[in-house]
């Protein structure tokens, strides 16, 4: 089997240029919005770089779970340390050594992948989780480690090592990320643009139970996000600050796929559809209110002026600057060798891979100039399913 470990220190090692930023025509806003899928987030970074190599930088960065955690250290390091502390945090988590030799052939890369996944539940992953003692099985009601098989105590000091929160804090860059409080079931939203962000706030977003304990936040109990929606464009599509904007929307499993054959393929679609984005949901339903708000504002206008209400004079000038959106989304293929445990599968070398398709899926994507462009002027949302359109 090739390991890809010398061009992903090309790709990534050596320093960068740091390119001009720049926004399309008509773009106030270049949204990287990331979805949950832990293993498979090393997808994202490679998404990242090749969006930082032309120097198209996000005003807002918005994640779920693995996605909190990279959005958490791209926002919270300059242009010229984010690639850097990235590559450090992936490093870290898929430091241990598998086998030493793959032979080629997708039979031997599966019992590899397969060894690769026992190994993280029975050990768990430097700089991310490690085993509680005792199993939460052996564990009294109430006790620390009832609720959880792995404590993330070395995640919380890795996110301090790699990002630096004040940064965050100091709102240069829009940063949000989604958890679900425990008691009420309820999604919310951890923004800078309104409460101080720390790491606690990524750690709830990616306390996926059983495996990980639930983050106090507050007088509150919060677990992974993904349980309610693994994607956080809504939150995005909500704003109504008539801002234009770029959505590089990043998902890490397929709602399209092939029909199951064995058992292992049904759990691993399973997964897929349940983690999947409801990206085209979201879509349809924010253009399905754009155009109830163009049809408003049609009618507002018809009104003589001298007519109008206070409120409606205020609806006319609001929905006269309704903003135009542009969402190129992006979604890993699933290679023929990874099960359905390719999200706890931390090997270096999947990391590799994951970074370098990331990376060069996102190349091609940036080559198509028109899927770089508003849409036209009042035209609301337009939804560049990358990978169908290819095809």
């Known amino acids: 089997m090739n390991d890809i470990s010398s061009d992903f220190r090309v790709a990534t090692a050596v320093p960068l240029k740091e390119p ?25 970074a490679g998404v990242y770089q090749a969006m930082h190599e032309v120097g198209l930088e996000p005003d807002w960065l918005s994640g779920v779970s693995i996605g909190a955690i990279n959005s958490a250290i791209i926002a ?5 340390r984010r690639l850097r502390q990235l590559r450090a945090f992936w490093e870290q988590i898929t430091d241990r050594k598998i086998w030493p030799f793959t032979p080629d052939g997708d039979v031997f890369r599966k019992a590899r992948n397969a060894t690769s996944s026992l190994l993280t539940m029975v050990q768990g992953q430097p700089g ?7 199993n939460p099985w052996m564990s009294l009601t109430g006790a620390q480690s009832a609720t959880s098989y792995y404590d993330t105590a070395p995640l919380r ?22 958890a679900v409080n425990v008691l009420t079931g309820n999604f919310v939203y951890f923004d800078n643009a309104v409460e101080q962000i720390g790491p606690e706030h990524v750690m709830a977003s990616g306390a996926l139970p059983p495996a990980l304990p639930m983050v106090k936040i507050g007088t509150d109990h919060y677990w992974d996000g993904g349980i309610v929606s693994n994607t956080p464009l809504q ?4 704003q109504e600050d008539n801002l234009n904007t770029i959505v590089f929307q990043v998902d890490l499993f397929s709602a399209r796929g092939v ?27 924010f253009r399905r209110l754009h155009n109830l708000k163009v049809a408003l504002y049609q009618a507002l206008i018809r ?13 006319v000038e609001q929905l006269a600057k309704l903003p135009d959106i ?32 990331g990376y060069e899926d996102t190349k091609r994507t940036l080559k198509h100039q028109k899927w770089l462009k508003m849409p036209p002027t009042g035209a609301g949302i337009v939804v560049h399913d990358v990978h169908r359109e290819e095809d």
């Open 235 to 238: 939150h995005l599509l909500d």
């Open 76 to 80: 919270g390091n300059p242009p010229n």
């Open 303 to 315: 009104i003589p002026e001298e007519s109008r209400s206070d409120h409606e004079r205020e609806l």
């Open 20 to 44: 001009r930023s720049w926004r399309p025509e008509r773009c106030d806003r270049v949204a990287l919005v990331l979805q949950g899928g832990g293993a498979l987030g090393a997808y994202q």
């Open 326 to 357: 542009a969402i190129l989304h992006i979604i890993y293929q699933q290679k023929a060798y990874e099960g359905h445990a390719k999200d706890h599968e931390f090997s270096g070398t999947s990391m590799r891979e994951h970074w370098q398709s």
């Open 157 to 178: 000091e890795t996110l301090n090592e790699l990002v630096d929160f004040s940064l965050i804090n100091d709102r240069s860059t829009r940063f949000s990320v989604g």
């Open 128 to 134: 991310f989780f490690a085993p509680r003692f005792p």
């Open 259 to 285: 029909l199951p054959r064995d058992i292992e393929d049904v759990m691993g679609r399973h997964k897929d559809i349940m983690y999947s984005s409801r990206t085209r949901y979201n879509t349809d339903v």
